[in-house]
């Protein structure tokens, strides 16, 4: 009796040893583990502004799909040098892919000759040719020499004949900003009107640089800002030059900020060029995952696409579609 | 007998197995010299203007950081929008992908001790901001830290440029020269200790400097320009020529007064907020707004981030960073007025 009793003593302790095992460690019943994929963005620029929307849907795509993501900007904008200098070092830290916002066209190309990137490689706001004639590389981008066009088909029926087109570019025009003025200069030219290109300074009375704009007020103007940073800054000189509007007749431009969206809804900004930043952003992250798991290279190159790009006006904004593009819930 | 001692080896050998499983489970890796670190990083609100000028600045220090000492610095900004259970899912997250250290700007200041509770589970140090978390929460870990501009001396120096101004020129609040400066109060939410200070300290301020004042009356606008614009324009309403003096809790509800004021084509009114956000700045520098008290943004977040990369590497606190009982530091302030910065 008293060695069943000490049996049964013996195999509650088994028991218990078993369940505490089965509990507190994965020796027995292994929890299956999510496998985590670092993913680096290196983008052009020194801030994150004009990736607000395309960082909430790399988020999203994130915590769906176990990416780790490390969003970097550089110290000095539109440094080729140092964007390089990142993405070796990304690639070497252990980053399963990289998502890049190239600062020159050509750069990852040129970077193939020197190095091998054993990553997968995600251009974004890049030349679909480029990521064609790159190894192991997709492209999730939209075509911002069509976007150009479009503009300039948009300018072309709302100027009046006298008024002069004015660009305002940045003294350093990133790979989609230059698309973007290829394609909107090629449209103005067939419709024999021309195009100067202005760069905004830093600093300056408002009134002072519209005057020049508008040769001392002698001539119309229409000004195109080809990349966001130029839109807003042309859309704050016009808020505080009074009477510009006489002489300007409409800027127009492209970005998606809520700075320059609320230019547009307060009737400062005539059109805009916007595009579905959030579902680039989860578009990059997921390719990114599904490559990086793969280990494989990109199929081909014409599994690549555009994204969609729209022209919108102030009135575009209580849309519930671009509401929903624009403004959106995470 | 025999079989019994056979048994209780047997049974002891098990606990053992598992006892040293356990600890190789729960056990810190000893990790040479580190030339990467990873700062989790959240928000209360990514939308709130102090917070994101916060948030630039730490940016900035990371970049710094990196370039002065060529340690990578992975810094992981999240946005809580408000939601204390978005900043609990936040912390989790940070915590499996291996975060060294956490910023840690709590939704909500009594619910903290969920953040210290996860942390100290998974010993990551944390560094509190902007809103305290309360004193027992603090006092539970000695890897716990909180920077912030003292929510006091905010509201002194708030209340001295009023001071000053009606002593230099009494007419320029007291409009309808009736003897007493009738001011309107916006507040930011009344679960942030600050709010609370600021509120109390600003008007006491203004009675120790000796300025006659009534309150017409006051308001909840939560630290938001819109709000508080809300709530202006039902004010201007309602008390027609009778507002002379409008005390903001922040620059943002600052600003919104100032909306509600230009929408109804008023002027002459007294604006002060608090934060010396860039739009406050701006709206001092070009007369729409009194003054402001501005905390050195710069050394805010130098002393979060500072904080928080030496306790990533396991170092000491920078000599530079002063913290009062060993885990609180109060960024200094002073006050912006026009021309005087």
Redesign the interface.
């Known amino acids: 009796m008293k060695r069943r009793v ?1 049996f049964f003593w ?1 195999l509650y ?2 028991v218990l ?1 078993v369940l ?2 089965l509990s ?2 994965d ?1 027995i019943i292994k929890e299956e583990e999510a496998e ?1 994929y670092p993913i680096s963005v290196i983008v052009g620029d020194t ?1 994150d502004d004009n990736y607000v929307n395309f960082r909430k849907g790399m ?1 999203r795509a994130a ?1 769906e799909l176990n990416g ?1 993501v ?1 969003f970097i ?1 550089l ?1 000095e904008k539109g440094s080729a040098s140092q964007q390089k200098e990142l993405i070796l ?1 990304e690639q070497e ?1 252990g980053s399963r892919a990289l998502i890049i916002d190239p600062v020159e066209a050509g750069m990852l190309a040129g970077m193939q000759k020197e190095t091998r990137f054993t990553v997968p490689v995600i251009l974004i706001n890049a030349q679909r040719e480029e990521a064609e004639k790159t190894e192991n590389t997709a492209c999730i981008t939209f075509d911002y020499y069509g976007m150009g066009r479009m503009l300039g088909e948009e300018i072309i029926k709302e100027r009046s004949p006298e008024a002069a087109v004015y660009l305002l570019k940045d003294e350093k025009p990133d790979v989609a900003e230059g698309l973007f003025a290829r394609g909107l200069g090629d449209r103005l030219m067939e419709a024999d009107c021309e195009m100067t290109s202005f760069t905004l300074p830093a600093e300056g009375e408002p009134e002072q640089i519209l005057e020049e704009l508008t040769l001392g007020r002698s001539r119309k103007a229409v000004l195109a800002a080809a990349n966001p940073e130029s839109l807003l800054m042309a859309a704050e000189l016009l808020a505080d030059a009074e009477g510009a509007a006489k002489w300007v007749q409409g800027l127009y431009g492209r970005g998606n900020t809520v700075p320059v969206l609320n230019y547009l809804e307060r009737g400062i900004i005539r059109g805009l060029c916007v595009t579905d930043d959030f579902s680039a952003g989860y578009l990059s992250v997921k390719t990114a995952v599904e490559l990086a798991g793969r280990r494989s290279v990109m199929s081909s190159a014409e599994d690549m696409g555009y994204l969609e790009s729209h022209y919108i006006r102030r009135e575009d904004l209580r849309n519930e579609k671009y509401e929903k593009m624009l403004y959106p819930i ?1 | 007998m025999k ?2 001692k056979k ?1 209780f080896i047997l ?1 002891s050998s ?2 053992l197995c ?1 006892a040293s ?2 600890a190789g ?1 729960s056990g810190k890796e000893n990790a040479g010299e580190k030339n ?1 670190i990873r700062i989790g990083v959240s928000l209360y609100r990514g939308d709130d203007t102090f917070i994101n000028n916060i948030r ?1 600045e730490l ?1 900035k220090c990371a ?1 710094e950081y990196e ?1 002065e000492t060529g340690v ?1 610095v ?1 810094l ?1 900004i ?1 946005d809580a ?1 408000g939601s204390q259970n978005t900043q609990n899912d936040q912390v989790e ?1 940070f915590i499996s ?1 291996g975060c060294d250290v956490m910023c840690i700007n709590p939704v909500d200041r009594t619910a903290a001790s969920v953040i210290i509770d996860k942390a100290m589970a998974a010993d990551i140090p944390v560094v509190f901001f902007n809103r305290q978390p309360v004193e027992e929460d603090m006092d539970r870990w000695d890897q716990l830290y909180y920077v912030e501009a003292a929510a006091k001396e905010s509201a002194v120096l708030q209340g001295s440029i009023v001071v000053d101004h009606y002593r230099e020129n009494p007419e320029s609040l007291d409009l309808n020269g009736d003897g007493v400066v009738s001011y309107v109060l916006l507040e930011g939410e009344s679960s942030h200790q600050d709010a609370l200070i600021r509120t109390e300290w600003s008007v006491q301020t203004l009675k120790d400097g000796g300025i006659p004042i009534e309150k017409l009356t006051g308001g909840i606008a939560n630290w938001e320009r819109s709000q508080a614009s809300a709530l202006m324009e039902q004010w201007l309403e309602k008390y027609p020529g009778q507002i002379e003096l409008i005390l903001c809790n922040n620059d943002d509800m600052a600003l919104g007064a100032i909306d509600a004021m230009e929408r109804a084509g008023i002027t002459g009114i007294s604006v002060v907020g608090i934060d010396g956000t860039t739009p406050g700045l701006e709206a001092v520098e070009s007369g729409k707004m009194m003054g402001t008290v501005s905390s050195n943004k710069e050394l805010y977040a130098g002393a979060v981030f500072g904080i928080a990369s030496s306790r990533a590497l396991g170092e000491e606190i920078p000599a530079g960073i002063e913290l009062e009982e060993g885990k609180y530091f109060k960024c200094p302030q002073q006050i912006v007025v026009k021309n005087h910065k």
Do not use: H, P, V
Request: charged share 30%; proline share 0%; aromatic share 6%.
């Open positions: 000490n013996i302790g088994i040893a505490f095992l507190s460690t020796l985590i801030t988020e915590i780790d490390n900007t110290y070092r830290d995470e | 079989n019994m048994c049974l098990l606990w598992a499983l356990l489970c990467s630039g940016e970049k370039k990578k992975n992981d999240q929008k997250r992908l």
